[in-house]
C-alpha cells in the first residue's frame, strides 16, 4: 500500500523559498498514470491545489502559482519535491502530498509550514 510523507522546513521567513520534499513507499513515482501533486491548506480556508508531476515527469501547475512555483523529482529517492519562491505570511498553510490515479487519492499526512519573520 502506498504511504506518503512530507518532510521540510515549519518555518521559513518572507520572500526566502519554501522546500517540501514528499517520500513515497510502497510504490514508485514512475508508474504509469500516476500523477504526484502539492495542495495546501491555510488556516481557516479551503484546499488548493497547486500543481502535480506525471509519471514521466511532466509538471503541471495552478495558474495563480506558476510563476513562483516548481516541482520536481528525485527518481532515484522515489520524492518529488515543491518549491514555492518568494514567499509571503500568506503562503503560511498546511501542505499536502498525494498520488492521484484514475479518480482516486491517497495524501500524506500533512507537513504545517509558516511563513514569519
Known amino acids: 500500500q502506498v504511504q506518503l510523507q512530507e518532510s521540510g522546513p515549519g518555518l521559513v521567513k518572507p520572500s526566502q523559498t519554501l522546500s517540501l520534499t514528499c517520500t513515497v513507499s510502497g510504490g514508485s513515482i514512475t508508474t504509469m498514470y500516476y500523477y504526484w501533486s502539492w495542495i495546501r491548506q491555510p488556516p481557516g480556508k479551503g484546499l488548493e491545489w497547486m500543481g502535480a508531476?506525471?509519471?514521466?515527469?511532466?509538471?503541471y501547475y495552478s495558474p495563480s502559482l506558476k510563476s513562483h512555483t516548481s516541482i520536481s523529482r528525485d527518481t532515484s529517492k522515489n520524492q518529488f519535491s515543491l518549491q514555492l519562491s518568494s514567499v509571503t505570511p500568506e503562503d503560511t498553510a498546511l501542505y499536502y502530498c498525494a498520488r492521484d490515479y484514475s479518480g482516486s487519492s491517497v495524501w500524506g499526512q500533512g507537513t504545517q509550514v509558516t511563513v514569519s519573520s
Open positions: 508531476i506525471r509519471y514521466d515527469g511532466g509538471t
